[in-house]
């Protein structure tokens, strides 16, 4: 079974947090601060396997964790690094926060690694401090937290060429016959329910191409009739789409090509711009030269003729589809500077405006509320178990100008501000 979209949580460690400690030795009445940094926390990273094929071990919403970092300790002992981790996805699998639908990298080789959440730095220990105008720190800083997202992974076959028509016009049939694929095909629609990849040989012009047949795409697919067009991801990588229209009379000709490209371009990946060669095929059929006919002359220009019931026009079919794709240059999922995926702009609306330090809220009289990613992130790192710590965030907090912005807030003396779990009274 081919899954091919999982979403899953991935948490990177916490960096371990430094150690606050002084030397105590006998016969060693001042030795000075000697507590270790934390070590750092493990990274969570994703690589490509070729031996993997389907996305199905993260189908069920699966954590993706790594272990924080170890605690610094006294006599200058500094915390063990975690260990990273990494989990294997298929090549070609594509990954995407999912906050903003971000791009955070395509998989598209073997062995390609991708970190998608980095471990925290692990926190200074107090003989990290020590200067010779701070001869006695009792400060340390807690280890920097690790990142917490959901990701969304999403495979995208690689394959040069696709098969891509109405149910039942023979693209099974005709990828079983130039690539032994072995694919299960039957006289109703349908049949095929996922896509199947093969391996074209040429063997006169000794070389080889990868082939991809979509299962069938009907009419009002892009608003999820019939399989829909949840399978059209795989075909984004492909630099030639292979048209099939099948002659046998079941329905126009003409209109069935509409029909598919109409639903190419709604999916909205730019699929329609694809190099496409049109198909008859069913030449076998009774009145299949008359219909062949008319659909030229409502094309205005001519189509390859195919039969699988006598293989006539297979060979040539395969080596006009090798020759478009030798000359067609990649059509890119991402392309960079300009953060566009399948051919769509992606918009992070956090990048649109200037990153502020902090936020401050006003919710009630006299109360204060300090809030934002930023300083949020800050505030985690310092020790506040010590008068140092506690000072060195008073410090921060009006280097960052907290205190003129309480002031134009209209906060007064004696007014109770908050920062996570901290409070203080201002004084003006």
Do not use: W
């Amino acid at each position: 079974m081919l899954i091919d979209r999982a979403v899953v949580e991935v948490r990177s460690g916490k960096g371990g947090d430094g150690a606050l400690s002084f030397h105590r030795e006998k016969n060693v009445p001042k030795g000075g601060p000697d507590g270790g940094n934390g070590g750092r926390g493990g990274s969570v990273y994703l690589i490509a396997k070729k031996n993997v094929n389907t996305l199905l071990a993260y189908r069920h919403g699966k954590l993706l964790a790594a272990e924080d970092g170890e605690k610094g300790d006294k006599k200058l002992q500094f915390g063990h690094n975690a260990a990273d981790v990494t989990f294997e996805v298929p090549v070609g699998t594509v990954v995407f926060d999912e906050a903003g639908m971000r791009f955070l990298g395509d998989l598209n080789e073997d062995g390609a690694k991708l970190c998608v959440a980095k471990g925290g730095r692990g926190g200074r220990g107090n003989a990290a401090f020590k200067s010779s105008r701070l001869r006695v720190p009792k400060v340390a800083e807690n280890g920097h937290p690790g990142e917490k997202k959901r990701i969304i992974l999403e495979l995208k076959l690689l394959a040069d060429a696709a098969l891509v028509g109405f149910p039942s016009v023979g693209k099974s049939t005709l990828l079983n016959i130039v690539s032994k694929a072995s694919v299960a095909t039957a006289d109703y629609p349908f049949t095929t329910l996922e896509p199947n990849l093969g391996v074209v040989t040429i063997a006169d012009l000794g070389t080889q191409f990868v082939l991809a047949d979509m299962p069938g795409l009907i009419e009002g697919a892009h608003e999820g009739k019939g399989l829909g067009i949840a399978f059209l991801r795989h075909i984004e990588r492909c630099r030639v789409l292979i048209h099939m229209v099948s002659m046998d009379g079941e329905r126009d000709p003409y209109e069935a090509y509409c029909v598919i490209n109409r639903e190419l371009q709604s999916y909205g990946a730019k699929l329609e711009e694809r190099p496409q060669i049109v198909v008859a095929s069913k030449m076998d059929a009774d009145g299949a030269e008359e219909r062949k006919a008319e659909f030229e002359k409502k094309l205005g220009f001519p189509v390859l003729g195919l039969s699988a019931l006598t293989e006539e026009g297979i060979a040539p079919l395969m080596k006009k589809t090798y020759e478009l794709i030798s000359k067609t240059e990649p059509f890119p999922l991402y392309i960079e500077g300009n953060d566009e995926v399948g051919g769509m702009k992606v918009y992070d609306a956090h990048l649109d405006e200037k990153q502020r330090d902090f936020v401050i809220l006003h919710p009630k009289d006299h109360l204060f509320v300090i809030t934002g990613e930023k300083v949020t992130k800050e505030y985690g790192l310092y020790n506040l178990s010590t008068d140092q710590g506690v000072a060195r965030l008073i410090s921060y907090l009006n280097k960052i100008g907290i205190d003129e912005a309480l002031k134009e807030k209209g906060a007064v003396d004696g007014d109770t501000v908050q920062l996570c779990d901290f409070e203080f009274e201002y004084l003006g």
